[in-house]
């Protein structure tokens, strides 16, 4: 299993934005074909936020909820992957979790990702 660590979260006040990132271990050598963020508020369901196909020539995918306000791109290094999050509101307040996949699906689907990281806290306040 591949360890994803997520840098970024944190507590920003309603229309700012923050940025989070990811990375997998150094001592991975192979390549995920998609990287996504997915995120998960109290008492809801994990729920896709953005996904990057990296193997593919297929635009990112974004939930509607987030389209127009967030942006997912790729680092320069390999196996990285951020999320600008851009006009933020109460409604984005959950855990974001950074997860890598080789079978992609657009939408994305939840089980299908193979490796995730633990997490980082994002608190809106409006």
């Known amino acids: 299993q591949v360890q994803l660590v997520e840098f970024g979260g944190g507590s920003v006040q309603a229309g700012g934005s923050l940025n989070l990132s990811c990375a997998a271990s150094?001592?991975?050598?192979?390549?995920?074909?998609?990287m996504a963020w997915f995120r998960q508020a109290p008492g809801k369901g994990r729920e896709a936020v953005a996904t990057l196909y990296i193997s593919e020539r297929r635009g990112p995918y974004y939930a509607d909820s987030v389209q127009g306000r967030f942006i997912i791109s790729q680092g320069n290094a390999k196996n990285t992957v951020s999320l600008q999050m851009n006009s933020l509101k109460s409604e984005d307040t959950a855990s974001y979790y950074c997860?890598?996949?080789?079978?992609?699906?657009?939408?994305?689907?939840?089980?299908?990702?193979?490796?995730w990281g633990q997490g980082t806290q994002v608190t809106v306040s409006s």
């Open positions: 150094s001592v991975y050598s192979g390549t995920f074909a998609c």
């Open positions: 997860a890598g996949g080789y079978l992609c699906h657009y939408p994305p689907r939840t089980a299908s990702f193979n490796d």
